[in-house]
């Protein structure tokens, strides 16, 4: 594996997006501009997004248990993952370098995504105190036990809709896991149970020139929570179908404009009380207006995802979460309900 430049002691000066092009690709301009707020969104970009990791995503990457990763395989189609380990699997020896000391569960799609220059996105959320930061970039070094990836966007996000709960890794859970199970696109009723009481779940999305390693383009993985029920769980008429509520956040859309431009998406979630994780990937659009939108309290546009594929992965994850303490963002929020055709 290559050795990754020793970290640098001098505190890093953050400047700020620096190059002459825009930090978001046509996709994410075009639905920024279709909700009116393109010219202020542009200033803020620039603003918030880096080329580099400021030393306090720095420390926050290297004191997760937990990480979500965003990948694409060779098909294009689109995947999110859990990766987890003690405090520190996760190091920045370089403000340009995350090193990750993880290798995905039996039956993850990325065990065959880490391969030297695929696109990654990655989410390093600390769930017990709600912050969140980004970091998009590509394979650099790989070997048996960790991978490194370097930057080239990172930026921060928002506490909003995160439930609040601590997880701790515990070692004792490692070996435990139970088979993966395959699931098309007609979900298993123990998939469907999770995906419909789930609280906090993460997509992944991938620009239209993801794979080409265009400057600024790549695969993002994203945070979505509500209450308990608020992802719908339906039998379309060949697939799963889950619709989402998007509810009022930075304005940004890196999701929704990747979405725009290639509508391949993927999602994961867990139970955060046995371990289970359910990834799936499909295609999603956005509503953007219509009842089906006005029906669900709180949201400004709903995501409709149709499934094609995905893995239940039983009691992989070795975290145990304690307490919970909803978002209190989600207040005027609400979920599905029968009446309204869930």
């Avoid at 994410?28 to 542009?42: F, K, P, T």
Wanted: hydrophobic share 40%; glycine share 10%.
């Amino acid at each position: 594996m290559t050795t990754p430049p020793p970290r640098r002691a001098a505190r890093v000066i953050d400047r700020g997006w620096t190059r002459e092009a825009s930090p978001f690709h046509p996709g994410e301009q075009a639905v920024q501009r279709r909700v009116g707020v393109r010219d202020q969104v542009e200033r803020a970009g620039r603003n918030m997004t880096r080329e580099q990791l400021p030393d306090q995503h720095r420390a926050l990457f290297e004191a997760l248990p937990l990480l979500v990763v965003g990948s694409m395989d060779a098909a294009g189609r689109l995947w999110a993952s859990f990766l987890s380990g003690e405090p520190g699997f996760v190091r920045s020896p370089s403000p340009k370098l995350l090193q990750i000391t993880a290798q995905p569960a039996l039956g993850d799609p990325l065990r065959e995504q880490l391969e030297l220059g695929r696109p990654l996105g990655l989410l390093g959320i600390q769930l017990e105190t709600r912050r969140r930061n980004r970091a998009n970039g590509r394979i650099v070094a790989r070997d048996a036990h960790s991978f490194s990836v370097e930057v080239e966007q990172s930026f921060g996000n928002c506490p909003q809709y995160i439930q609040a709960r601590e997880p701790t890794f515990d070692a004792s859970l490692l070996g435990t896991a139970g088979p993966a199970r395959s699931e098309g696109p007609r979900l298993s009723a123990r998939a469907s149970e999770l995906l419909a009481h789930t609280d906090t779940f993460f997509i992944a999305t991938a620009s239209a020139a993801a794979a080409s390693g265009n400057d600024g383009e790549g695969v993002d993985v994203s945070h979505r929570g509500g209450r308990p029920g608020f992802v719908r769980v339906s039998d379309g008429a060949h697939a799963t179908q889950l619709t989402i509520p998007d509810f009022r956040g930075n304005f940004i859309f890196n999701t929704f404009g990747n979405l725009a431009v290639n509508p391949r998406a993927g999602i994961v979630c867990a139970d955060f009380r046995t371990g289970d994780v359910l990834s799936v990937t499909g295609t999603a659009h956005v509503i953007w207006e219509g009842p089906e939108l006005d029906s669900f309290a709180g949201a400004d546009r709903l995501l409709s995802f149709q499934v094609e594929s995905g893995v239940l992965l039983e009691r992989t994850l070795p975290l145990r979460f304690q307490g919970l303490v909803p978002s209190p963002d989600l207040l005027e929020t609400g979920i599905w309900t029968e009446a309204q055709g869930g």
